[in-house]
């Protein structure tokens, strides 16, 4: 992944009479990172992609796509730019390939060579001659992909790309995403509100409520950022161990016992210590394994009940 920043947002705003929408959001995207976008229904994300390719007018700020302003150099920045809004629209009594012949008219420089390069990129091969109402729901989302990579891109922006897929297909999607991502260094705005998909596809995640920013954090961060862990420890003499952990961590912290495992959350010297402990006193240890938090966990606990406020 580059750290090149493609997409630069800063203080982005929209307002429409007294309500605010979206509010200062500010964020940057670097080369070859594919970026989540997630908030509650209702929490500005449509809104922000929207003022992003131009299709709502930005009430304060800047979105600049390789430099350029999206208000003031609107076709230079569009040309930046590949976008699919949920289900992408083909004309379905035709062809793939001739989709794709039909939308290469609207771009400069988009041959049958990068055509062909394209439905390779996403897998297109066997199928690319067949009219699309021949497809299934995830075909067209290659489809749509590969219309949406044509004139070669810096940025992809996919707003619940992922609707109406099977796992089949979501698994297909998330792979092909990744894989744009490293091998042609594309940046990859995803918004979805599956989170196991999003802990799964993206490097980073931004999370936005009641259109304002909350965090934006590397997910490896997000779903493991706390001091302590949560440690589950499965010994032969549980309600013994309980009374030696007492002893070591504060009082305020909680134990939870099912059968013979315990939990426990520990500081990684807590965990040594523990152990040590346990073995000392002649309590049998038969594992040990952190428990950590999902995307899902984090993104409850940020967010609380997730509810349109």
């Known amino acids: 992944m580059g750290t ?44 922000t992609i929207r003022m992003m390719v131009g299709l709502m007018k930005i009430t304060e700020g800047q979105v600049l796509i390789k430099g350029k302003d999206v208000e003031k150099d609107f076709e230079a920045a569009m040309t930046e730019v590949g976008a699919i809004v949920e289900n992408p629209e083909m004309y379905k009594f035709i062809s793939g390939y001739d989709n794709l012949v039909h939308f290469s008219r609207m771009h400069k420089n988009v041959g049958k060579e990068r055509i062909d ?4 990129l996403v897998g297109l091969e066997n199928r690319i001659h067949d009219k699309v109402k021949t497809y299934s729901l995830g075909m067209r989302q290659r489809l749509g992909l590969a219309q949406a990579l044509l004139h070669k891109p810096s940025v992809l922006i996919l707003d619940e790309p992922t609707n109406g897929l099977d ?5 297909e999607l998330r792979d092909h995403l990744r894989m744009l991502a490293k091998q042609e260094g594309l940046s990859v705005i995803v918004s979805s ?46 309600e013994e161990a309980v009374k030696l952990m007492q002893q070591i961590v504060d009082q305020q912290t909680d134990i939870t016992v099912q059968a013979d495992v315990v939990e426990v959350a520990l500081t990684r010297d807590q965990i040594a ?12 240890v038969y594992g040990i394994r952190t428990v950590t938090k ?16």
Do not use: W, Y
């Not at 796992?167 to 698994?171: E, K, L, S, T």
């Not at 931004?206 to 440690?231: C, F, H, S, Y």
């Not at 210590?273 to 049998?284: D, T």
């Not at 999902?294 to 406020?309: A, H, K, N, P, Y």
């Open 193 to 238: 509100h599956l989170l196991s998909e999003m802990e799964l596809m993206c490097d980073r995640i931004a999370v936005i409520q009641n259109g304002k920013l909350i965090d934006v954090k590397p997910v490896r961060e997000m779903v493991g950022e706390e001091d302590q862990t949560v440690v589950s420890f499965d010994v032969s003499n549980a």
């Open 4 to 47: 090149t920043s493609v997409v630069q947002i800063r203080n982005l705003t929209k307002r429409i009479g007294n309500k605010t929408l979206v509010s200062g959001l500010t964020f940057d995207i670097p080369k070859g990172e594919v970026f989540g976008f997630l908030g509650p229904n209702g929490a500005g994300k449509t809104t």
């Open 273 to 284: 210590e523990v152990n040590r402990q346990l073995v000392l006193a002649g309590i049998n």
């Open 117 to 120: 390069e394209v439905i390779r």
């Open 294 to 309: 999902s995307l899902e966990d984090r993104f409850l606990e940020m967010t609380g009940s997730g509810q349109i406020v």
């Open 167 to 171: 796992p089949a297909g979501i698994r």
